[in-house]
Structure formats: C-alpha cells, structure tokens
T-cell receptor, first 116, second 108 residues
Framework: EPEVTQTPSHQVTQMGQEVILRCVPISNHLYFYWYRQILGQKVEFLVSFYNNEISEKSEIFDDQFSVERPDGSNFTLKIRSTKLEDSAMYFC??????????????FGSGTQLSVL | TQLLEQSPQFLSIQEGENLTVYCNSSSVFSSLQWYRQEPGEGPVLLVTVVTGGEVKKLKRLTFQFGDARKDSSLHITAAQPGDTGLYLCAGGYQKVTFGTGTKLQVIP
C-alpha cells in the first residue's frame, strides 16, 4: 500500500529556533494536511492545503506556522520560533479526492518534536 | 467547533470479551470515520460511515452510524490482544476532526 513519508522521525530543538518538518505525500494525492498530537491528548487539526494554497486552518495555526509545497513531491510545515508548548507528534496526511466522503486519509508515521 | 466525545476513555478487558466504544457529538456530520492508532504511529483508517443508520462490519468489528448522524459506535466481538490500541473516531471529510480517543487494552 502507498505510504506518506515523514522526516525526521524525531527532532529536538531549542526554544526560539526555527524547525521545518518534511512530508512526502502519496504521489497522486491532491489534498494535504498537518495534524499534531500532544502526548496523551487528542489528534488536533492544524491546516489543510490544496492547489498550492491553504484551504482551512485551525486557531492553533497562527503566524508562527507556515506550510509550503516547494516542489512536486514535498510538503513542509515550518514553525518559525518554537515554543515549549509546540512539543508534540506532528502528523502529515494526504488524500486523493477531498470531495468524496469515503475517500481514505493516509497518515504518515509522524515527527516527534521536542522543544527544550 | 465540532466536538467529538468518546467513551469510555480507557478500557481494559480480558481476551475473548466483547466491548463497545461510543462516539458522540452535538453536531451533525456528513461522515464519520474510525481509526486505530498504535504508539508512535499515525492513525490508520478502519472504516468510514456515511449514511445515517449505516452498519459496517470488518471481521470482528461492527461500526454503526446513528440515524441522526451525530453519533457512532464500534463493537468488538471476542477481543484479541492484537486489538489493543487507541481507537479514534473522526468527523468530516474536508477538515477531519478527531475525537478524544478510547485506549483499549486486551489482556491475554
């Protein structure tokens, strides 16, 4: 089965530093997402992306966050100045067709971000 | 904001027992999904229910979507240790919102 790939699997950074989390969605998918999961808490929606622009974002996704699809394969999440509370597992997801209600959302294995 | 509450939050049962996990919301959803998540991994989709009252079966797992499309249940028959994991319901299809989760432990 096709996979969403995320790198790195673990990222440790100092508070205030910029981090870029990388994702390679499934090749023919058109819709891309970032979610995060703080340890022991629920999976939270951050942002969705389609046709090279953000289609929806949550209140968590403030000015410190940005997403980009710099080429035909990568989808990145940048946190400009990390805070302690940004420590979480970040999941990338993709789907082929947003408009089909039973279209499967594929998740990557996540990047565990630790902000010290 | 659409909220999905799951119950119970934790469940520890013996192998062979049956169990039901519930997912409830005050909002109507166009579809609901159930995922299973292993530690250190991303959620993996088990099923999507779309029609009110719909029942779907996946081997020993039975999923039901409420008639009003505000709630769903997951029933596992004769639970196995391999069923251990975090079960998440999620609603919507453009912006998928996850429930609070049910952590299931099946003891051999």
């Amino acid at each position: 089965e096709p996979e969403v790939t995320q790198t790195p699997s673990h990222q440790v950074t100092q508070m205030g530093q910029e981090v870029i989390l990388r994702c390679v969605p499934i090749s023919n998918h058109l819709y891309f997402y970032w979610y995060r999961q703080i340890l022991g808490q629920k999976v939270e929606f951050l942002v969705s992306f389609y046709n090279n622009e953000i289609s929806e974002k949550s209140e968590i996704f403030d000015d410190q966050f940005s997403v980009e699809r710099p080429d035909g394969s990568n989808f990145t999440l940048k946190i400009r100045s990390t805070k302690l509370e940004d420590s979480a597992m970040y999941f990338c997801a993709s789907r082929a067709d947003r408009n089909m209600m039973d279209e499967k959302l594929f998740f990557g294995s996540g990047t565990q971000l630790s902000v010290l | 904001t659409q909220l999905l509450e799951q119950s119970p939050q934790f469940l520890s049962i013996q192998e062979g027992e049956n169990l039901t996990v519930y997912c409830n919301s005050s909002s109507v959803f166009s579809s609901l999904q159930w995922y299973r998540q292993e530690p250190g991994e991303g959620p993996v989709l088990l099923v999507t229910v779309v029609t009110g009252g719909e029942v779907k079966k996946l081997k020993r797992l039975t999923f039901q979507f409420g008639d009003a499309r505000k709630d769903s249940s997951l029933h596992i028959t004769a639970a196995q240790p391999g069923d251990t994991g975090l079960y998440l319901c999620a609603g919507g299809y453009q912006k998928v919102t996850f429930g609070t989760g049910t952590k299931l432990q099946v003891i051999p």
